[in-house]
């Protein structure tokens, strides 16, 4: 297990290393400006020069990723030149990515909590009117446009319940709408690939010879099933709880919360090339992670995967 | 003859019928059969002709658009047709009445070892717990012939061959001691050389558990091995039944001619295996008269118009066919089947 681990953590390292390598020269194909930042204009083209060898920018470009990786592995990522640039591009991805983290994890907490039993219940009751209820909503959510029910939401719900709409850490009740916004999408994923997993085990042929041995119908749904559904569902859960703690601009910006999805628009049209490396380090280390405590779930709950060996591969 | 067996389970005049979008399907057409105690009774007949359906509605297990129309299924001085609550049906399902399964390759749950699998069987319906039923279960794992059984009850299904598979399949059958042991196409998924040893294997538990055992199956060189009394099913009816080598030797209906001649034994090389002209029946439909009828050459009007009566051939054997009534015209099996009829007797007679 642990042997596997290790080697999924190696891989992972690789992926990362190359991603950052790619944005790296990327941004360095980028017109400059983006590290002059607002003082550009009052800069003769001689003291531009000088502000950008100052920077290491002159320098030739595997020197420069040198010392991109040095400072990386020290924790620094630099400074930004258009936004708060008295800070370090860490601390600012740092501030707002407490909240994001916030929202995030208290939507896909609750989106599991709601949207996996659900699911569960669906399939349990396949064909009646929970399951047709259930339906209704996720093609709802799946067929329109999130843009579309968020603004209803901000137009009727707000009213109905009494909620305010922008947030305002200080006071909980704020925290309402986001959650529940954010948490709208995933529930319906989540009980979608439930059911669908479900009923799938249901139709497997162990599932016909439990009931010829005397399971009970219950039994056999909480004990057999469910665990087997299970596989499919651990092994993505991980990479889409990541996914949304990222943060999702379009929320983030209708009730004002600063958190990291709108930064990095902002930071792309500002041309802020220093925290546009920070966000997809950050962003990309999200996103593997996910995949390899995926990888590790589906390992632990299914034993057909042989671990250390192989490199996990069924 | 034997003295009269006592019966073990008695289906009587028994119909079922699914709906199907609205369309009414009759799938088990009025039939009446009985199943000795310690016997092995061959249930054979093509894909379609109701043998699975009637099993399952044995065990309750019929899909929810399928009911019981008529008839009774009695066991042990109950109606098992009479039976809606689930409740009810777990006092058989598994406990009197098991089964064996078709694929072995897709009938175990993946995620359990086989251990678990068998014990779950012996916890639910002989009350063990604890090392009991761990000893039990090892005892029955190695009752199927699997060797090294404390390290293998640790082990999961991919763990095991084809064969082995099948073999964990009738030890979870034969966990609970049921009285009656349904054997669905148990060796279809296997190599030849598997099947006969499950099916020995599957001899040797009977005699040792005194089990009552129903195969279904289309394979007749499995029938020939296992069974003591056959019947023939075709499109929702049982229209012959008897012991084994009078259905082989000495049978009466056309179809269970037909039968028997598309075994590839039978033809000769370099000549087209012999098959049955035509389609089954549209069970939408009612039938009247033989079903067979249609693709019969020996067909008489009166398999068009009456459904004819079970003509009693011997203790032991009877076909539903009109060319056994009196008045029918003298009809002989063809020729190459009366080659093999004439062969069969013979060793009989030695």
Known sequence: ?314 | MTPKKSRILVIQNLVIQFTLRGRVLTAIRDISLDLYKGESLAIVGESGSGKSVLMKSIMGLLDKNGSIKQGRIIYNAQDLGQFTTEQEWLGIRGKEIAMVTQDPMTSLNPLKTIGKQIEECVVMHQGLKGKEAYEETLKLLTDVGITDVKKRYKQYPHEFSGGMRQRIVIAIAIACKPAILICDEPTTALDVTIQAQILQLLKNLQQKYGLSIVYITHDLGVVAKVADRIAVMYAGDVIEVGETHEIFFNSKHPYTWALISSLPQLGSKGEQLYSIKGTPPNLFQEINGDAFAPRNQYALKIDFIERPPFFQISDTHYARTWLLDPLAPKVDPPAALQAFFAEGRSYAND
Do not use: C
């Open chain 1, 1 to 314: 297990m642990l042997q596997y681990i290790g080697k999924r953590l190696l891989q992972s390292v690789l992926t990362l290393f190359i991603i950052i390598t790619i944005v790296f020269s990327l941004l360095r194909l980028m017109p400059e400006e983006g590290y002059l930042g607002a003082a550009a204009d009052k800069m003769s083209p001689a003291q531009q020069e000088i502000y950008l060898t100052n920077l290491g920018l002159r320098d030739p470009l595997l020197v420069q990723l040198g010392h991109f990786y040095n400072n990386l592995l020290q924790g620094d990522l630099g400074k930004s030149v258009t936004y708060r640039t008295d800070v370090p591009v860490v601390t600012i991805i740092g501030d707002k990515i407490s909240y994001s983290l916030l929202f995030g994890l208290g939507a896909v907490a609750l989106s599991l909590i709601i949207g996996v039993p659900l699911g569960i219940m669906m399939a349990y009751r396949k064909g009646r009117w929970l399951d047709r209820l259930g339906t209704g909503y996720i093609v709802f959510v799946v067929a329109v446009p999130a843009a579309v029910y968020y603004l209803v939401i901000q137009m009727y719900i707000t009213d109905l319940f009494q909620l305010p709409m922008l947030f305002d850490e200080y006071r909980p009740i704020t925290w309402i709408l986001p959650l529940t916004s954010m948490a709208l999408a995933p529930t319906a994923s989540y009980a979608m690939w439930m059911r669908r997993y479900m009923v799938d085990e249901l139709n497997k042929d162990y599932i016909k010879l439990a009931r010829a041995k005397g399971v009970k119908e219950r039994t056999l749904m909480f004990k057999h099933v469910l665990r087997n559904a299970f596989i499919p569902m651990a092994q993505y859960l991980p990479a889409t709880i990541l996914f949304t703690i990222t943060g999702s601009i379009y929320i983030e910006s209708l009730y004002s919360i600063p958190g990291m999805g709108g930064l990095l628009v902002d930071a792309i049209q500002r041309q802020d090339n220093t925290i546009v490396q920070g966000l997809v380090l950050v962003f990309s280390s999200l996103g593997i992670i996910g995949l390899i405590l995926g990888d590790i779930a589906m390992a632990l709950v299914d034993p057909r995967i042989k671990l250390g060996k192989g490199g996990g591969v069924r």
